[in-house]
């Protein structure tokens, strides 16, 4: 009798390891599982911040070609007009243009000085400021509109063909950059 007592002893001893140990091996699957989905996790979130970081970098390339693209200032004597951009962060451009130039020519240079100002991590549209969102979205100029305050006046995109001389804007402007909508 003892002996079938000793036996029962061992075998619910040996049940109890081996539950023990299935048990820990669940717990390591588990652990792995979670390790896979972290790693996976993370390289998705590389992967987006890669993207938006890629996409933003060529925002702001194009943004600063523009600048490239300007007419040259003119010189002393010529019909000019001096236009000055306030930025919504208070930041002052300033800059001379021929009196025939489009309005094209002062928002390509605020788009692109705006991109001077900024580095890629930073170049970002306010809706989105972390590169690691699957939507980021590079700062754009789209998003703002020129305004004056006198005569009061908004610049719409008609206003982009036009040239300067036409809009007023000479021999000196001053404009505002504000978000539409606002």
């Known amino acids: 009798m003892t002996r ?9 001893k040996r049940m109890e390891i081996e ?3 299935r048990a820990f091996e669940e717990s390591l699957l588990a652990d792995r599982k979670k390790e896979e ?3 996976a996790e993370e390289k998705k979130q590389q992967a987006q911040y890669t993207s938006g970081l890629t996409r933003v970098k060529q925002a702001r390339e194009q943004s600063l070609a523009k600048l ?5 200032e003119p010189g002393p004597g010529a019909k000019a007009a001096t236009i000055q951009i306030r930025l919504p962060n208070g930041t002052k451009l300033q800059r001379k243009f021929p009196a025939e130039s489009t309005f094209q020519s002062v928002q390509d240079f605020t788009e692109g000085s705006v991109a ?3 580095e890629d991590t930073t170049f970002l549209d306010d809706t989105t400021p972390d590169l690691h969102a699957p939507d980021v979205r590079p700062w754009s100029i789209h998003n703002y509109e020129f305004v004056n305050n006198f005569p009061k006046k908004r610049f719409d995109d008609t ?3 036009q040239p300067l ?14 978000e539409k909508n606002k």
């Open 159 to 161: 206003a982009l063909t």
């Open 165 to 178: 001389h036409a809009l007023g804007l000479t021999p000196q402007g001053m404009l505002f950059l504000q």
């Open 68 to 72: 490239q693209l300007l007419p040259s």
């Open 37 to 39: 989905e972290r790693l």
């Open 19 to 21: 539950e023990q140990n």
């Open 116 to 118: 001077q100002y900024l």
């Open 4 to 12: 079938v007592i000793l036996s029962e002893e061992a075998d619910r």
